[in-house]
């Protein structure tokens, strides 16, 4: 028995890839913890592999244990699309559909429908999240709720499950690298966990190995405090992500371009443009506070919930611009965020010009 409980077929599908390998991982070493377990787990990958050895796995009778564990990769055409497959919409339809992706559709539908009670199947597949801000909900870019295979499961919930891997929002990434520690037995002082999300950013898989590191380097100590993160861990934006921010305080718009691009080489634009929304509303904030009377760096830090050294940097930023400029910088920010919702937006030459505009001195 797995940790899937009664669930015969579990669908694993986000864009956390960490966060679905270490579920994975969870269930193999509880099948493996099972008398012959190891030598009833079959891996396959649909973009790979041939139908009829998937069909084989699934089918094959368990080798002396009553049941055995099959995970299938890029079970569907829009998941593989990258490799060179057709794209399958999953929306159902009254007419006839044809072509292979209509067909690999119904092969899908008939594996499912057909698998034996021996046999656990577990399918993985990428996809892609969206916060909405407007219902403050994430939604799917593949598994939508009209995609038939969701529809598949929610008519046979009494065998099937499908558990959702959405990437953390910036945001709520600090409470994830305390949780991190603390299941390490490490305790992250705030002002720690938020200068590794500052450079990690959403990043699972490497916030995790750089809390790993810090777990070693820290031995018989538990507190993580500031000049830890700056003596063990390292990082694929490395500083870039505040310097950017501190490039747009300082209207520095050949650097601030320049940071943007080399921090687009690791960083998915909308990551970019989350962090701009929320640092342009905190100036904001900032200035309109400003304006009502003195604001210092503590009664800041505590009205925005962030660090004193953060508190201090919005004061200084926020300086070096007008109400009336701040205001219509987060005027530019909310016009992107909505062009992306009514259509294909280029955000990486939208977030260029905006860059270009704010930092421009009057």
Same mark, same amino acid.
């Given at each position: 028995?797995? !940790?899937?409980?009664?669930?015969?077929?579990? +669908?694993? $599908?986000?864009?956390?890839?960490?966060?679905?390998?270490?579920?994975?991982?969870? +269930?193999?070493?509880?099948?493996?913890?099972?008398?012959?377990?190891?030598?009833?787990? *079959?891996?396959l990958?649909?973009?790979?592999?041939?139908p009829?050895?998937?069909?084989?796995?699934? $089918?094959?009778?368990?080798?002396?244990?009553?049941?055995?564990? %099959?995970?299938?990769?890029?079970?569907?055409? =829009?998941?593989?699309?990258?490799?060179?497959?057709?794209?399958?919409?999953?929306?159902e339809?009254?007419? #006839? &559909?044809?072509?292979?992706?209509?067909?690999? @559709?119904?092969?899908?539908?008939?594996?499912?429908?057909?698998?034996?009670?021996?046999?656990?199947?577990?399918? #993985?597949?990428?996809?892609?999240?969206?916060y909405?801000?407007?219902? @403050?909900n994430?939604?799917?870019?593949?598994?939508k709720?009209?995609?038939?295979?969701?529809?598949?499961?929610?008519?046979?919930?009494? +065998?099937?499950?499908?558990? /959702?891997?959405?990437?953390?929002?910036?945001?709520?990434? %600090?409470?994830?690298?305390?949780?991190?520690?603390?299941?390490?037995?490490?305790?992250?002082?705030?002002?720690?966990?938020?200068?590794?999300?500052?450079?990690?950013?959403?990043?699972?898989?490497?916030?995790?190995?750089?809390?790993?590191?810090? !777990?070693?380097?820290?031995?018989?100590?538990?507190?993580v405090?500031?000049?830890?993160?700056?003596?063990?861990?390292?990082?694929?934006?490395?500083?870039?992500?505040?310097?950017?921010? &501190?490039?747009?305080?300082?209207?520095?718009?050949?650097?601030?371009?320049?940071?943007?691009?080399?921090?687009? &080489?690791?960083?998915?634009?909308?990551?970019?443009?989350?962090?701009? +929304?929320?640092?342009?509303?905190?100036?904001?904030?900032?200035?309109?506070?400003?304006?009502?009377?003195?604001?210092?760096?503590?009664?800041?830090?505590?009205?925005?919930? #962030?660090?004193?050294?953060?508190?201090?940097?919005l004061?200084?930023?926020?300086?070096?611009?007008?109400?009336?400029e701040?205001? $219509?910088?987060?005027?530019?920010?909310?016009?992107?965020?909505? !062009? /992306?919702? *009514?259509?294909?937006?280029?955000?990486?030459?939208?977030?260029?010009?905006?860059?270009?505009? %704010?930092? =421009?001195? =009057?």
């Amino acid at each position: 028995m797995t !940790d899937m409980g009664d669930t015969r077929i579990l +669908i694993l $599908h986000g864009d956390d890839e960490y966060g679905i390998d270490r579920e994975l991982r969870k +269930i193999i070493t509880s099948f493996n913890s099972t008398e012959m377990g190891e030598l009833n787990v *079959s891996r396959l990958d649909a973009a790979v592999d041939r139908p009829e050895e998937i069909q084989t796995a699934v $089918h094959s009778i368990p080798f002396f244990t009553p049941q055995r564990l %099959v995970v299938l990769d890029n079970p569907l055409p =829009a998941a593989r699309a990258k490799k060179g497959e057709a794209e399958d919409e999953g929306v159902e339809s009254d007419t #006839v &559909e044809r072509g292979s992706a209509a067909e690999k @559709k119904k092969k899908l539908i008939t594996l499912l429908d057909t698998l034996p009670e021996t046999t656990r199947l577990v399918m #993985v597949i990428g996809d892609e999240s969206k916060y909405e801000w407007s219902t @403050k909900n994430t939604v799917w870019s593949v598994l939508k709720e009209t995609h038939y295979l969701v529809k598949w499961v929610r008519e046979h919930a009494q +065998i099937a499950g499908m558990k /959702s891997f959405a990437l953390p929002r910036p945001a709520e990434m %600090v409470a994830w690298v305390r949780q991190e520690g603390s299941a390490r037995g490490l305790r992250f002082s705030e002002e720690a966990a938020t200068e590794l999300v500052a450079y990690t950013g959403n990043d699972t898989r490497q916030t995790s190995q750089e809390v790993e590191k810090l !777990d070693l380097y820290l031995g018989k100590r538990r507190e993580v405090q500031l000049e830890d993160i700056s003596a063990i861990c390292t990082f694929s934006s490395s500083a870039k992500i505040w310097q950017m921010l &501190e490039a747009l305080g300082a209207r520095d718009t050949r650097k601030a371009l320049d940071l943007h691009h080399q921090l687009l &080489e690791s960083n998915d634009p909308a990551f970019l443009f989350i962090m701009l +929304i929320g640092h342009f509303r905190q100036l904001l904030w900032t200035r309109e506070a400003q304006a009502a009377g003195p604001v210092d760096q503590q009664s800041l830090s505590v009205t925005l919930k #962030v660090q004193q050294f953060q508190a201090k940097n919005l004061i200084k930023q926020a300086a070096a611009f007008s109400r009336s400029e701040l205001r $219509h910088a987060y005027r530019l920010l909310m016009s992107i965020e909505e !062009d /992306s919702k *009514s259509g294909e937006v280029n955000m990486v030459e939208r977030l260029d010009a905006f860059i270009t505009r %704010v930092t =421009a001195r =009057a």
